[in-house]
């Protein structure tokens, strides 16, 4: 593992064409905000039916998702993670909910990489308090966040 400095790479596992750039740039400011500095994280764009099999082979969970994350290790200022992100799923939702898919995979990264720093949805005030931060991040860097509560 890269200790020296902080390393975001994206593994696109799929069709859709998707600009990286913001993704990268969310991860980096909540990871960065939250005193991680040094470490790696991958994002893996994939397909719905490769985010099923993930989900039941990891979580036990027989379904697509949006986004799994996982701590690979961790310590004092860095983070090894990594996020799978479904864009079959982002396209979904992005169509029932009138987002864009590239608001989606936002909204996706910055959930996963908010469960790499410690934050959770478990219960109702800590997804109150996530979601905020993900409107926070969103805003950050001008993406509309569409409230799925309305």
């Known amino acids: 593992m890269n200790t020296t400095a902080l390393k975001i790479e994206i593994a696109d596992q799929q069709q ?3 600009n990286f750039d913001p993704l990268i740039k969310i991860a980096s400011a909540i990871l960065d905000d939250h005193g991680v500095s040094k470490g790696e994280l991958s994002i893996a764009l994939v397909d719905d039916p490769t985010i099923r099999e993930l989900n039941n ?3 036990q969970h027989d379904w697509e998702t949006d ?3 996982f ?3 961790e310590g ?6 990594q996020l799978i992100v479904s864009t ?3 396209m979904r939702i992005a169509k029932e909910v009138g ?3 590239e608001a989606e995979l936002a909204l996706y990264v910055a959930h996963g990489t ?3 720093v410690g934050f959770d949805d478990l219960d109702e005030n800590s997804a109150i308090e996530m979601k905020a931060a993900e409107k926070e991040y969103l805003q950050l860097f001008s993406i509309e966040c569409i409230n799925r509560e309305a």
């Open 16 to 18: 859709l064409k998707v």
């Open 57 to 59: 082979q990891y979580l």
């Open 67 to 69: 986004v799994i994350s």
């Open 71 to 73: 701590v690979l290790d």
């Open 76 to 81: 004092e200022g860095w983070l090894a993670g």
């Open 88 to 90: 079959d799923t982002a």
């Open 99 to 101: 987002s864009t898919v």
């Open 114 to 116: 908010l469960h790499l």
